[in-house]
């Protein structure tokens, strides 16, 4: 690979070795030569600019979770040497939560959850990145509901006037890395087509395989199209006036293995309607960033792994109340 040290067999390689020398080498200064000096790095919770501020977030969950492992599940990626490279990087993270900070304090409590990290490289470094966490997960180990995490991030920022806002898009500044034409008839396109869909009223999910697979936020499994339909439908069915849009899409076709497709996407709507999941209406506009993997085959989707945070969803209704 152009740029990258020859270490490296493949961008995959590059990806899943940096990430295991930084978190579990606990090498946390190469980030500094990993990352560039000005990366943006956007979550469901805003966007931070530099490696500086990377290296300190790192440092402080190794201080909750020093035995923190990340298990790279998969890395779906697209590129070559001209014009650099992508990947969309699904991590199985497990750890002991042994230390205190931003999770409170230390519980002794074994964890598990999921992340997905979209990041462009070039030159044997990181430039752009996109990271989504499955917090409800986390947090519901250690022993809170969603809700009462975001209550307690808006206690601790200073009550629902003071709280920091959530990602907002219209702030993002215009990104280096600009996604190349998506192939008619790609793995990547058939699955954002299917996204599109889910989000019409009378969908029935015909495009999912009978015994599909769905990994959803909170470390739930779905089995089957109903239970495929059953989690989707319990987002979409909270909100009224609906605007869902695709943000990138990756794929890759390997030999003597199954499609997969990466989509990051936004959802935007009226939190209209009453839950179990997010309580009470709001009738506030909620924002989501979320980050989905696929696998497909002839009959359709047949594993799907779907990334969004509860509790920055729980903050946005939370902090409505302002109004």
């Known amino acids: 690979m152009k740029g990258f040290d020859d270490k490296y067999k493949d961008f995959p390689d590059f990806i899943l070795k940096i990430t295991?020398?930084?978190?579990?080498?606990?090498?946390?200064?190469?980030?500094?030569?990993?990352?560039?000096?000005?990366?943006?790095?956007?979550?469901?919770?805003?966007?931070?600019?530099g490696n500086k501020p990377v290296i300190e977030a790192t440092y402080q969950t190794l201080i909750e979770f020093p035995n923190r492992q990340l298990l790279g599940e998969d890395v779906i990626w697209n590129g070559n040497d001209d014009d650099g490279y992508h990947s969309s990087h699904r991590i199985l993270s497990k750890g002991t939560h042994l230390g205190d900070g931003f999770y409170g304090r230390p519980t002794g409590k074994e964890i598990?959850?999921?992340?997905?990290?979209?990041?462009?490289?070039?030159?044997?470094?990181?430039?752009?990145?996109?990271?989504?966490?499955?917090?409800?997960?986390?947090?519901?180990?250690?022993?809170?509901?969603?809700?009462?995490?975001?209550?307690?991030?808006?206690?601790?920022?200073?009550g629902i006037k003071k709280a920091y806002k959530l990602f907002d898009k219209s702030e993002v500044k215009p990104s280096n890395y600009h996604q190349k034409d998506i192939e008619t008839n790609s793995v990547g396109d058939k699955y954002s087509k299917i996204l599109q869909k889910v989000f019409e009223p009378e969908y029935n999910f015909s495009d999912y395989g009978r015994a599909s697979s769905i990994y959803w936020p909170g470390n739930k499994l779905g089995y089957g199209r109903e239970d495929v339909s059953k989690l989707w439908n319990s987002l979409k069915d909270i909100f009224s006036d609906i605007n869902f849009s695709i943000e990138h899409i990756g794929y890759l076709n390997e030999p003597n293995k199954n499609p997969r497709a990466s989509i990051r996407w936004f959802l935007e709507g009226i939190h209209s309607n009453d839950s179990e999941?997010?309580?009470?209406?709001?009738?506030?506009?909620?924002f989501i960033m979320g980050i989905n993997h696929a696998e497909l085959d002839d009959d359709?989707?047949?594993?799907?792994?779907?990334?969004?945070?509860?509790?920055?969803?729980?903050?946005?209704?939370?902090?409505s109340k302002e109004n």
């Open 300 to 319: 359709g989707v047949i594993r799907e792994w779907v990334l969004f945070d509860e509790v920055a969803i729980w903050k946005q209704i939370l902090m």
């Open 112 to 158: 598990y959850y999921r992340v997905i990290a979209d990041c462009a490289c070039k030159k044997n470094q990181v430039y752009d990145e996109w990271i989504v966490r499955d917090q409800g997960a986390m947090v519901r180990q250690i022993g809170y509901s969603p809700k009462e995490f975001a209550e307690i991030m808006i206690d601790k920022e200073g």
């Open 277 to 286: 999941e997010f309580g009470k209406k709001s009738n506030s506009k909620l």
């Open 20 to 49: 295991k020398q930084i978190w579990e080498g606990k090498d946390v200064e190469s980030i500094g030569e990993f990352y560039t000096d000005d990366i943006p790095v956007r979550s469901p919770f805003g966007i931070t600019y």
